[in-house]
């Protein structure tokens, strides 16, 4: 069956996507991939999927790039009215809360996962996750989007607990760089976001500077290097 080109060209814009949050002593990172695709097509190669929602409050996107903007949108909507009404800024729960209420409430119409993640004064850094369907999972690091897939047993392997800040965020960008490496639907640049009672800085990462993996690295010694050679030596075993 021939492939129609004109149905990647209009499809939905996807995020496929990789997102992290992770939780260190003193606050939160969250990191990202900058691929968005429509179809089979990149329609963006640098988007930027870590959205604020308050000055301590950000979500890192990814499924549908139409619903999980929609779903900013209300969120920091409500948050900004919530602050006004309080006369301080919101915790990081009321924001997941307030994400995990619209998600469930339209979970047959919405397609997108979201990692909710900042700092506030009462409970410290704080990473939600609020996949499919509308669930509310509040936990030490949280990974979504199709590259996640890759990056299980690497968390399993690499994350521990009472990490500092460098290391938070060293950790993060490797974890991009290996799902760039292996999942096609992300790619790009990493950036990432590191939230704490400081405030919030915000780091970028581009695609040339970032750890290169097994396939990615130019091979050495193969054997058409031997073959090209002007005086080949037999192969040692």
């Known amino acids: 069956m021939?492939?129609?080109?004109?149905?990647?060209?209009?499809?939905?814009?996807?995020?496929?996507?990789?997102?992290?949050?992770?939780?260190?002593?003193g606050g939160v990172v969250l990191g990202a991939d900058s691929r968005t695709s429509t179809g089979?097509?990149?329609?963006?190669?640098?988007?930027?999927?870590?959205?604020?929602?308050?000055?301590?409050?950000y979500i890192c996107r990814s499924g549908s790039a139409a619903d999980s903007q929609i779903v900013s949108d209300y969120v920091r909507y409500f948050?900004?009215?919530?602050?006004?009404?309080?006369g301080q800024p919101a915790t990081v729960k009321v924001a997941a809360n307030l994400v995990r209420l619209l998600s469930y409430s339209n979970k047959n119409m919405l397609q997108t996962g979201i990692i909710v993640g900042g700092w506030d004064k009462y409970e410290g850094g704080k990473i939600y996750g609020i996949p499919l369907g509308g669930t509310v999972i509040e936990q030490p690091f949280a990974i979504g989007g199709s590259g996640s897939s890759y990056l299980y047993g690497f968390f399993d392997q690499a994350w521990k607990d009472g990490m500092t800040k460098?290391?938070?965020?060293?950790?993060?960008?490797?974890?991009?760089?290996?799902?760039?490496?292996r999942d096609g639907a992300s790619g790009g640049v990493v950036r990432?976001?590191?939230?704490?009672?400081?405030?919030?800085?915000?780091?970028f990462y581009p695609g040339d500077k970032l750890p290169l993996w097994h396939d990615e690295l130019e091979a050495h010694d193969s054997l058409l290097?031997?073959?090209?050679?002007?005086?080949?030596?037999?192969?040692?075993?």
């Open 166 to 181: 460098d290391e938070a965020e060293q950790l993060v960008v490797k974890a991009v760089s290996l799902a760039i490496a």
């Open 40 to 57: 089979m097509y990149v329609a963006n190669r640098a988007s930027d999927k870590i959205t604020q929602l308050t000055d301590n409050v």
């Open 192 to 203: 990432t976001v590191i939230i704490n009672s400081e405030g919030v800085t915000r780091n």
């Open 79 to 86: 948050l900004h009215q919530h602050t006004i009404q309080l």
């Open 225 to 237: 290097d031997i073959l090209n050679a002007s005086n080949p030596e037999p192969m040692s075993t």
């Open 2 to 25: 021939d492939h129609d080109a004109t149905a990647d060209v209009n499809a939905p814009h996807s995020m496929g996507t990789t997102i992290i949050g992770v939780t260190y002593n």
